[in-house]
């Protein structure tokens, strides 16, 4: 495939979402409806790339998770293409109102949501994002830089072929969608050098590749997933509900980053402490524990300093007996990564000063970490968790894709 | 004065923010009240410490423009504290619920305001700005590093020792609000290196301290001021209304970010032209025109490519003929800062097309640009005009300063 320079691409979407960027709702979401037709049309074509993507990373020695991260079946297309479909049906976030008033003076102001403009994704092996991407972005009237894994090149490239297809019979330009050359590292360097005319970088992937990101990009960076999440078991939190939501939290999907790494315990109940460590082993979960834990369950293994900053991504458990809320909330403080933090506790007082204290994406009590994700906030989709305070924080849908600008009406008013 | 390093001013604001963050509303307006009253009773040392930064300037060849802006007098002190007792009586944003569902599951989803955290300001010669900037920083929950012009050094030491020793006598930590040194370049590039540490930069100067701030930041930058706005008088304008507003937007007060820099106007309109260029004329206003301007208004200099580009903030305006609101719309596009631009018309669907296509925080139709500020807007104060996308555009008030965070209660919840 030829690829257009980056620079070259960035004037290319600029230009393309001028039209994106005021194209109507209805014409949005033909042009979505299409790219999903396409996309199961084109199965075979997909299909056949993305073989080529797995044999020769299989050959190279990937990990059998990774190469399941990159495979595609017919199943995951159909999956691929109904996410398409349901952005379509959710409600055009461009052009909304948000706010309105009129001055003593007559001035009429409203806050109406606008597109962004053009998003670089940086992102690793799973070739849906492609499609995913490109739904959400085109829904919320930017134009989209796909800088996908080079793993996943041969997917991608085709992929991104069937949505620019698509568009070619719609008034959505092509060139809202471009995928870049994952050839050298290279385009990565030159994508988030391009301040003024990228307006957001969304790096997606593991912890190291959105830290490389978001400390050398020259573009604004929208900082997503990195999720070292705690659930704080009161002294008076309910037992069943504790075992339930622990062993939800972190056993559920261990892989994603709503999952829970770490459990803090109140030094009064060692019964909880006992109780929730029993069923996470039972689900084949390591322990690593403090002193106290260990005392207590001596399954557990000894927990590092390091383990309290961890992600594991994995069946494995960072535990700690804290005094009480206040030494819970400053644990999360100093290891938590503001992603989802949540109390068990029947105590409204415990409960209140956790909710206020912490400062995360998300705060949960008595409920699970795993409901941080779009479709459980009935966005309806997300292209990632926000873990940073600016813009955008917690799952970012369509409305997050967005700005907005102010429309001033007068009839002649001077200062 | 004995100045922290930046890194320890960071922690130190930091630690003070987590205190700040969650005070309570009615000890942040107390604080901002003893604020106002101890800038009124110490007002002879600032005024001393303003003399000497006024002397050693104007001995050292500093306009008159510039030692007008750093000057204080009474009067201006009292401007001041007046500014300071008004966002005292603010609404506080902190805490304030912005977003409500209760999802099918049973889960209460709140959104709620929270302060950004640490914000560094980095600001030229007015020292009025340390005492305004303060005052919303503290109110929306942040702690600020002040990094103020090295011209106003003892005024900015004299007016943060004031502040500071004023919440000595509150529950507002007095770190949450210091002063940074402004001896050497250096503390700049320490600052805006603090990722992690500051949450956000925001740069109040003239064009070059922005670009140069927000091109070398590693903590995210709100880039606030530049504009280079435009006023265009459509066919359809009525004569007196467009020059009412063209003159109220260049003239009245022309150093300012929304004062009109670029006026468009629509060929089949001479007549238009010549009433306008001929009132800004008798105001004192050089006229830069395109080659079609010249000819019907021969005071009129000719304007390069480069005026086009300019933002004068003086008695200059660049002028140009072109044909209809689509090619008003694409000369605003290339040339425009993103700031306020104008149309002037009675026509519904001219304006809705300017309106719709122009990409800018702020779209006036029939009202002049200088109507883009806080005040004006109703946010009562704001720290600037943002002419990004990200976070907020047009005016930043109380709101602006902050982020938000999910509140999610559940009786047990899991997925």
């Known amino acids: 495939m030829e690829y257009m320079t980056v620079r070259n691409a960035a004037l290319a979407a600029r230009e393309a979402e001028r039209t994106l960027g005021i194209a109507a709702t209805e014409e949005k979401n033909r042009a979505l409806r299409l790219i999903a037709d396409a996309l199961i049309g084109n199965a075979p074509a997909i299909l056949s790339a993305n073989g080529e993507d797995v044999e020769r990373e299989r050959a190279a020695g990937m990990t059998a998770a990774l190469i399941d991260r990159l495979s595609l079946d017919e199943k995951r297309i159909a999956g691929i293409a109904d996410g398409v479909r349901q952005v379509a049906a959710l409600p055009d976030p461009v052009g909304e109102t948000v706010g309105e008033t009129v001055r003593p003076n007559g001035l009429e102001i409203k806050r109406v949501r606008v597109p962004l403009g053009v998003i670089g994704m940086i992102y690793e092996a799973r070739p849906n994002v492609t499609a995913d991407a490109a739904a959400l972005t085109l829904k919320s009237g930017n134009a989209v830089l796909l800088r996908g894994s080079r793993s996943a090149r041969r997917s991608n490239e085709v992929i991104t072929e069937i949505i620019r297809g698509a568009l070619s019979k719609t008034a959505v330009p092509a060139d809202s969608v471009i995928l870049l050359s994952s050839e050298s590292h290279e385009s990565v360097a030159e994508l988030t050098a391009l301040r003024g005319l990228v307006d957001l970088i969304i790096p997606r992937g593991g912890a190291g590749l959105i830290k490389s990101v978001a400390e050398s990009s020259r573009v604004p960076v929208l900082e997503t997933g990195v999720g070292n999440c ?186």
């Open 230 to 415: 705690h659930v704080y078991i009161d002294r008076d939190a309910d037992p069943v509900m504790a075992e339930n939501i622990c062993v939800n939290a972190k056993v559920s999907r261990p892989s994603v980053c709503n999952a829970a790494e770490s459990f803090l315990f109140h030094r009064e109940r060692p019964d909880l402490l006992v109780r929730v460590c029993s069923a996470l082993r039972e689900r084949g979960v390591t322990v690593h524990g403090c002193p106290e834990t260990v005392a207590l369950f001596p399954d557990a293994v000894p927990a590092t300093e390091d383990d309290y900053f961890r992600e594991y991504l994995s069946l494995d458990a960072a535990v700690k007996v804290v005094a009480d809320v206040g030494e819970a909330i400053a644990h999360i403080a100093k290891y938590g990564t503001g992603h989802t933090e949540a109390i068990v506790t029947e105590n409204d007082g415990t409960a209140e000063k956790f909710i206020r204290e912490i400062d995360a994406a998300c705060v949960n009590r008595n409920a699970s970490t795993r409901f941080t994700d779009g479709g459980e906030f009935g966005f309806g989709a997300e292209i990632g968790i926000s873990t940073q305070k600016l813009h955008a924080r917690g799952p970012v849908g369509l409305r997050e894709l967005t700005s907005y600008k102010y429309v001033v009406t007068g009839n002649g008013q001077i200062r």
